[in-house]
């Protein structure tokens, strides 16, 4: 944006009323974020005095903040590759976002031309750290990358007066999503989640020296401000010597997390009361004990391979009774599978890029049923994370939770019901899985007995379910004995 300013008195006024006329247009209706963003380039090259800049543009941000619930609540996904009218959508959102983030940025900068109390210092950085949160957070709804130097712009705006101890709430948000690990979650459980962590962002303290006690160190985070990064756990990686740091130590609100999955709440069906305990568990041991690696990150040392997968519970399921010739008698459809490079891979999963064939749908907790070049049986596996920038690009992370499994149904087969209810039996495989286990979609098994036909044997057997090993929103795992 230019400094020369112009004689604001015609600018001002004409800028002021094609605000005015759009915020009437928009006033109870969610406003189209490509005409939000075509209105605030207008102001930018109006070269308006920052006193004057900095009111019109509060009144763009106030119709931003009101509608933003409701604008995001559109582009959360449900399926990724995102279609191409969803992902206009989140785009232009985010440009419109990251247009405010700029727009306060330069504000931010040119402070000295404005008689500004500290207090109104301190809410241009809450409006930037508002802004490039959201941004955060609509990308890991979607799936998608976050942008370069974000993380590294956010830590500029809610770092800028450290020694005042003054921290955007905005910025607090950012640093305790980060520590839930979101990739972790489908769209709709962060979602979610998200009201929560905002009611506890204010919670958040960052210090300039991590805690004593060795108990706790696995609880702590760190960031680095010159770094384009979000916290990192401290019991994974260690910050560099020479470099500032502050810490953030997420034992409190862990336990409050804890407490509010353990919480009853009234109008609320069993299926949603496991979800939600399931969404707040998890967030909980995300931030109160951050998973180590479980092998050293090391170089690869292989080729990439190739592998076949086949994603959900259901086609999983399917693609199994078509191999025992049982599809055609249970009535069930068979896709062909998809083919996917290995381009990384441990002893218990693997990180893999599309290559060919179509993929409908895939989130966070889909079964997918994985067999590589090396391996004869399908490895029955669970998606831990997505990303996709664009609907040809997809890569997604599996942990391997079986390296067989059985395809079974419910006897007798639930009544008005037009589609078989698919279940996999698993194998057990110490070290992997010391028993055998079941894996059923979400919510489907509330019982502790059932009868199960076999798909490999063609008979009839009988398990109990003695605990539960995942739960998301996608499928449930449970261990079982005869």
């Not at 400094?3 to 094609?18: G, T």
């Not at 509060?58 to 990724?80: D, N, Q, S, W, Y």
Request: charged fraction near 30%.
């Amino acid at each position: 944006m230019s400094n020369q300013w112009i004689s604001p008195d015609i600018e001002a006024k004409k800028q002021f009323v094609l605000i005015r006329e759009w915020l009437d247009r928009w006033q109870d209706e969610v406003p189209d974020p490509k005409e939000m963003y075509r209105l605030l380039q207008k102001l930018r090259e109006a070269n308006l005095p920052p006193a004057m800049f900095r009111n019109s543009l509060e009144l763009l941000f106030g119709c931003l903040e009101r509608h933003l619930p409701a604008m995001t609540k559109k582009v959360i996904v449900a399926r990724v590759p995102t279609r191409r009218r969803q992902r206009e959508e989140i785009d232009s959102l985010q440009t419109a976002l990251n247009n405010f983030a700029m727009a306060y940025e330069w504000l931010q900068d040119n402070l000295t031309s404005i008689d500004l109390a500290p207090n109104e210092e301190h809410l241009v950085a809450e409006r930037i750290a508002f802004c490039l949160t959201q941004r955060i957070y609509i990308a890991y709804l979607a799936a998608a990358p976050i942008d370069q130097a974000l993380w590294l712009r956010l830590h500029r705006a809610g770092l800028r007066d450290v020694s005042g101890q003054y921290l955007p709430v905005s910025y607090r948000l950012a640093v305790l999503l980060a520590t839930v690990q979101p990739v972790s979650f489908a769209s709709r459980e962060l979602a979610q989640l998200f009201p929560t962590l905002v009611k506890y962002a204010e919670e958040v303290r960052l210090h300039a020296v991590p805690p004593i006690q060795p108990k706790k160190m696995e609880k702590v985070f760190w960031l680095a401000p010159k770094r384009d990064f979000p916290p990192f756990a401290l019991n994974r990686r260690e910050p560099l010597p020479e470099e500032t740091v502050f810490y953030f130590d997420g034992a409190h609100i862990a336990a409050k997390l804890k407490t509010e999955s353990d919480a009853e709440k009234e109008d609320e069906s069993k299926q949603e009361k496991r979800l939600r305990k399931s969404v707040l568990k998890r967030a909980s041991e995300a931030i109160g004990s951050p998973g180590k690696r479980s092998f050293k990150r090391r170089k690869r040392q292989f080729e990439m391979r190739r592998a076949t997968a086949h994603v959900g519970l259901e086609a999983f399921w399917a693609q199994l009774l078509y191999e025992l010739d049982q599809a055609e008698n249970n009535g069930v459809e068979v896709k062909e599978g998809s083919q996917w490079l290995i381009v990384n891979e441990s002893p218990n999963g693997y990180a893999l890029m599309l290559l060919n064939g179509k993929v409908s749908s895939v989130r966070v907790g889909d079964a997918v049923a994985l067999r590589t070049e090396a391996e004869k049986d399908w490895l029955a596996c669970l998606v831990r994370w997505v990303q996709s920038d664009n609907p040809e690009h997809l890569e997604i992370g599996l942990q391997v939770v079986a390296l067989e499994a059985t395809p079974a149904r419910v006897l007798p087969a639930p009544e008005n019901t037009e589609r078989k209810l698919p279940l996999l039996l698993l194998s057990g495989h110490p070290p992997l899985r010391e028993s055998e286990a079941l894996l059923a979609p979400s919510g489907m098994l509330a019982d502790e007995k059932y009868r199960l036909w076999l798909g490999n044997t063609g008979k009839e057997r009988e398990v109990r379910l003695t605990g539960r090993i995942e739960q998301n929103s996608r499928v449930e795992l449970f261990t079982v004995v005869p």
